[in-house]
């Protein structure tokens, strides 16, 4: 039986807060277990998440962020966007969007957009041990 550890981390959704999602992201991946450059990448990439959700829809009111630690295969990361009133806006790529989410996919062994009838919700990520 896998045992997992589950953190979960609500934010306002403005910029001033990613200090805190950065700060929170290397305390749970350096405590599963990550090594000092694979930290480094996982919060990079939570960061570009975050910016990235925040950036694409504007009436986002929170940031909810979940850790999944699998302790002997790596770590999930889910970041989704909340809000009290939906005012749902379709999603567009554009490049400056899309460098964001290449860098993610860089730093990190799966990363993907979750969808709802072409509406982005959040990303979910993860990283394994030694990857």
Not at 6 to 28: C, D, F, Q, W
Not at 61 to 68: N, P
């Amino acid at each position: 039986m896998m045992e997992m550890d589950n953190i979960y981390l609500k934010v306002p959704a403005k910029p001033e807060y990613m200090l805190v999602i950065r700060l929170t992201t290397s305390a749970v991946a350096s405590r599963a277990g990550f090594g000092v450059d694979e930290i480094e990448d996982i919060k990079l990439a939570v960061s570009e998440a975050g910016t990235y959700v925040m950036n694409h829809d504007r009436s986002i009111e929170w940031l909810e962020l979940t850790f999944k630690v699998d302790k002997e295969k790596g770590m999930w990361i889910d970041i989704f966007a909340s809000k009290s009133v939906h005012r749902d806006v379709p999603f567009f790529d554009d490049e400056q969007i899309e460098l964001s989410f290449y860098i993610m996919q860089s730093l990190m062994d799966v990363v993907e957009k979750t969808m709802d009838n072409g509406v982005l919700r959040g990303i979910k990520m993860y990283k394994k041990y030694g990857g």
